[in-house]
């Protein structure tokens, strides 16, 4: 089955979409103008304007002195260039694979597409529509090459469609500047009296090559479908997408719901046979008025149970704004892992942090605040009370070394160490009394000093030496002195409380 | 005589025994497989079990307090995750001293700590948590809770018979919520048996304050040796910070 293609050439892009933003302009000819070599120069007239003689290329003052009631405003080029990719995006709808033709058209490639429309010409009919619908000058011609689309759309006849494997007749007739060659090329083509495509193709391909080069060629061959032309589509091809469209504009919470758990049980069906599970998926929402409404999930481990992934969607659904109605849904899998099939227990065991309500439980959490809020610790290769812990970067890791129970360590820690007064008899021997938050507190019992050094490869500072001590309410504190007793700039400091 | 009061004395207790599950007190399948084991203690409680698949709330008035709450939590909880369940211990900030929750029994390697950004956000989790079988446990520390929430917290937990631990440090007095249990965990001097110097075991005053079909109770005890010990001592001369009856 030959590959087929729809050009769609926007005939006056950036116009168009200036009056779309001010209707006021619509019976007024008008230009837009940037800043060349000192000079103002037309980049886009509307057809009012091009019916009096202005195109664009010249001067602003002299097609002012042309035509005085001539509006300008100052062109946007960076707008342009997202613009015909929104455009594009918006595209999707027709075909999945959509590239841009810069700098004012689009490549659909359609192949299997139309009859979802009934047929190409009703296809055809119906882009064309839409964009007329939205005030957009389009042409657009179907063929079976991408060269050919391009040429025809740019010189033959609106909405032509050429049958598969008559490319080449219907380029014929055409002037060799429809192969999207170079200028000079073009110029000596001119001299040389190949006025029309049906000179060259006449010709005899070495003299061709030898003349204008292979690059010239190429360009004949793609439009004659000699060879296959590659597609640069503005999205990447997702395999496990699923869509689904409605015939009544959708506006309730409960039509969203059926369409995404309708797309979900599609969805996993395939990633089931498929042994796959998803990772990271959206749920796209195209409005009817244009606008498109997207949320996204990730889970923690590649799953394809459509319940549990309905409700991690089902936390962000109220974010989806209907506005008039959503017309078509669209679920990816833009991330999808090779599953670990899950054996079935046969009895019920309360499962430790492989348990898989405990992981859907996770991505729940995951979804709703961000994978920041979790937290798990393992072990860590230091004394260093701040560093003998270490966040570990999934629920699966295993610990490498264990943990140490040997020290007595306080079950709360305070996030900094804070300084505290202290009556401490001599070197080496714990506090007697300390103050803590204006509180005075005696000391009756107490275990140390447990010396920890600072690494000094990791950062340079003083020792701290630890003591467990107990005040006469029974109340158990974690303190250090940091430095040496007999440096005299040593401070101490609270670090935790013990249960 | 004797004779009809012990037969009365046993349609009470049956009767007793009947209304347990009615208000929540399901036992557990396959039987009392895994409980916490606080010795004398256990007798406070219906069916001298301590109940688990409930909401315990842990009042207390000063972050020393709030240690010694955690701490007495963590040891609780080391007898429900025997088998390396994993663990749900959910604040605003976290304070816990990871490393310090083997000293209790905990592989502190199984606990998800969860850092909530509001209130609702906490409850929320709390709540899910509290549905998921898989869990041995699920810990929230919040100030404040409102009696609907708290009631919420009780209907998941009775479906999946997780035991939630609600943590909650205020400086004033709280007003009661829906709990099976109310604690107060306040810390005692610790004693090395043959008058050794130094801290010895982690002690603490235990006081029940309330209990649903039980007796609340006041009891002294010390963590050793991965198991509660409870002491037969008077209670010490201390004065207790707060002695006003809640509910």
Redesign the interface.
Known sequence: MPKRFVAIWFLSLKTDWFLLRNPGLKDKAFVLAAHDHGRMVITAANSIARSQGIDKGMVLADARAILPSLEYFDDQPQKFSRLLESIGAWCIRYTPMVALDMPDGLILESTGCAHLWGNEAAYLDAIANRFNQFGYHVRLCMADTIGAAWALVHFGENKTIVQPHEQLKALMNLSPSALRIDPEILERLHKLGLRKISHIVAMPRSALRRRFGTGFIRQLDFALGNENEPILPILPPVPFQERLSSLDPILTLTGIEIALQTLLDNLCLRLYQCGKGLRFASFTCFRVDGKVVKIDIGTNRASHQSKHLFKLFELKLNSIEPGLGIELFQLDGSRVEEINPVQEKIWET????D????F???D??TN??GAN???????DEHYW?ER??KP?DS?QEK?VSS???DR????????RPEPIQVMAPIPDYPPMLFRYKNKLHKI????GPERIEREWWIEEGDHRDYY???D?????YWLFRSGHYSDKNYQWFIH???? | MGYVNTERADILARLQKEILPLQGYKPMPGGNRTNIDLGAANAAFPNACFPLGAVHEFQSQSPEQTAASAGFVAAMISHLAKNGEAIFWISRVRRIFPPALKSFGIEPDRVIFINAGNDNDLLWVMEEGLKCKGLAAVVGEIAEISFTASRRLQLAVEQSRVTGFLIRQHHRLIKPIASVCRWRISHLPSEFEDGMPGVGFPRWNVALEKVRNGKPGEWQMEWSEGRFNLMDMPVPAIERELNIKVG
């Open positions: 309360t499962g430790g942090l348990d898989d309500g405990v859907e439980l996770i729940r959490v709703k605040m809020c979790i937290q798990r610790f393992g072990p009370p003998s812990f570990m629920l610990i943990w140490k129970s007595p360590r306080p079950v709360h820690l305070l996030a009756k019992k107490a275990d467990q001590v107990e006469e309410d029974g109340i158990r935790g409380f013990f249960a």
